[in-house]
């Protein structure tokens, strides 16, 4: 169970002023995605049978 | 009255504000606290491991929270808005969207991009219909054959049409359907150049599909529809042989699996830039012996990202054959699809996700509820749902005639295209909203009367953390609190 923070959000805030946050980079999102380019993804479920 | 400062300036020639000293730079955002609210369009999951995974529908942004941070990052991530610099967590949260400022009208954003997107002129899509005949008779089909390959008037018009859009026009995209547009190949032979062409000469965004049954896809037809840069398939083989060639006879009733498969293989041997979606519609009778085909796509075609596997249920599409079909529940669909979709993953091969649509605003609107996107028939009749077709009166919005102009039932149109998120107050309240703008499927709209949900609503916490597990090794690679 994860444990709540007791801070307040301005301290939590304010006391993660430094934190960097690791980047998910377009090329690891392109893998999750099968490779494809996402640019060229439309709704096309519906096209054809 | 005289301020007498034309005395002192020459106020005619300068303006007295701009003879006072400069106003103090703006006050940084850094050396401000801001009041922050959680973003209403973020959906959230927690992988197994601990960590949260963010993702905004409105902007398609993804962000993952190691463990060690989550629970700092949801008591940020409330409708209570609190007072912090843009730094460090809060920096991460509000450059993905995931908090925006008080006072933020996210549903008005939505209204401004709907209307950016649907409105604009400057894009044209065409699903030309070659033939509405077919070389097959699948079990499941709607489509009533009716007509033939495209009548050379009709092809005058699509041509007259684009040359009168010129002007304003940016992008182009031609997809091809039918029937089974291959069936009608004259009308793409004539076509098609003409569009490769125009879009050169115009500098215009181009892009073409077609969604083919593959049987007449031979190598050499192969080699003039990727000079005309139709470089998007979408060809359906139903699972295991024998399982395909019962619901995707030739009009014959011949088998058809082995001449499409050894289409695909020279496919794959070429070199050339496409994709393809191998869709495999699922039912009652074959789901549980696909896997028989997927053991076959990996030998084949198992490291080729160019193909790409899709499952979809069959359903009752209208077709004379509808009764007859074994179609699976909705839940039970949903249960099998994601079955399909893991085991294909396990045998390494490429799956199109539905959370592929990760890019935020109108990734998952229905084409027919655009303006801008118009079937065009074998004969000319203007058509809007692919599936309606010109079965069902409400879809037929009108005719192109040989001069390309388009004649057009305007109510008909704006009963496809109007913007029915707001009338809805289920879809005004939806995390999906900025998606699918209440026009996933506007037939379901009309035949229902409900509120046409994406399939995404239902998993898309489960799609995050698949994604994750791929993912999961870029997002590692950074330790916290490291550059």
Known sequence: MQKKDRRTPEEIARDLEEVILPEISEDDLDQAFGGISRDEISNSSCTGC | ?483
């Open chain 2, 1 to 483: 009255m005289s301020l007498g400062l034309s005395r002192k300036f020459n106020i005619l020639q300068q303006s007295p504000h701009d003879l006072q000293s400069s106003p103090e730079a703006p006050e940084s955002v850094e050396e401000g606290a801001v009041r922050w609210m959680a973003s209403r369009y973020t959906v959230r999951a927690i992988t197994e491991d601990g960590r949260l995974i963010l993702w905004n529908t409105y902007n398609g942004r993804m962000g993952v929270i190691q463990p060690e941070l989550r629970s700092a990052a949801e008591a940020l991530l409330t409708k209570n808005a609190f007072s912090a610099r843009p730094l460090g967590l809060v920096k991460y949260l509000r450059d993905r969207g995931f908090l925006v400022m008080e006072g933020t009208d996210e549903y008005r954003r939505i209204q401004l991009g709907f209307g950016q997107e649907h409105y604009r002129t400057d894009r044209l899509e065409l699903f030309l219909l070659a033939s509405e005949d077919c070389n097959f008779r699948c079990d499941y089909c709607y489509e009533d054959f009716a007509r033939g390959t495209m009548q050379p008037w009709v092809r005058t018009g699509i041509k007259k049409l684009v040359e009168k859009r010129l002007g304003g026009l940016r992008t182009l995209r031609i997809s091809w359907f039918g029937g089974e547009p291959l069936y009608g190949f004259a009308a793409i032979e004539d076509l098609a150049p003409f569009f490769v062409e125009t879009a050169d000469r115009h500098a215009l965004q181009f892009s073409s599909d077609m969604t083919t049954n593959g049987y007449l896809l031979t190598p050499e037809v192969a080699d003039k529809l990727l000079a005309w840069r139709i470089r998007r398939f979408q060809i359906t083989i139903d699972g295991a042989p024998e399982d395909h060639d019962r619901s995707r006879p030739g009009r014959g009733g011949e088998s058809t699996f082995w001449t499409i498969f050894d289409n695909l293989r020279a496919l794959h041997r070429r070199a050339d830039d496409f994709e393809v979606d191998l869709r495999v519609n699922f039912d009652q009778r074959n789901h549980s012996r696909v896997g028989e085909l997927l053991e076959m796509v990996k030998t084949e075609f198992g490291s080729d990202p160019r193909f790409r596997l899709v499952f979809h249920p069959v359903g009752r599409w209208g077709g004379a054959n509808d009764e007859n079909l074994s179609v699976c529940g909705v839940d039970e669909s949903r249960l099998i699809q994601i079955e399909l979709k893991d085991e294909a993953r396990r045998q390494g091969l490429n799956v199109s996700e539905t959370l592929l649509n990760v890019k935020g605003m109108g990734s998952q609107v229905c084409y027919a509820a655009r303006p801008y996107n118009f079937i065009v028939g074998a004969s000319g009749k203007l058509m809007k749902c692919t599936v309606d077709l010109d079965r069902q009166d409400r879809n037929v919005v009108g005719r192109i005639q040989e001069s390309g102009d388009l004649e057009i039932d305007v109510d008909k149109l704006a009963l496809w295209t109007e913007p029915a998120f707001e009338k809805d107050g289920k879809c005004q309240k939806c995390v999906a909203l900025p998606m699918c703008q209440g026009i996933f499927c506007p037939q379901i709209r009309f035949d229902t009367g409900e509120s046409p949900c994406t399939p995404l609503r239902l998993t898309y916490k489960r799609e995050l953390r698949r994604i994750m597990e791929v993912v999961a090794p870029g997002t590692r690679r950074t330790p916290l609190g490291e550059t």
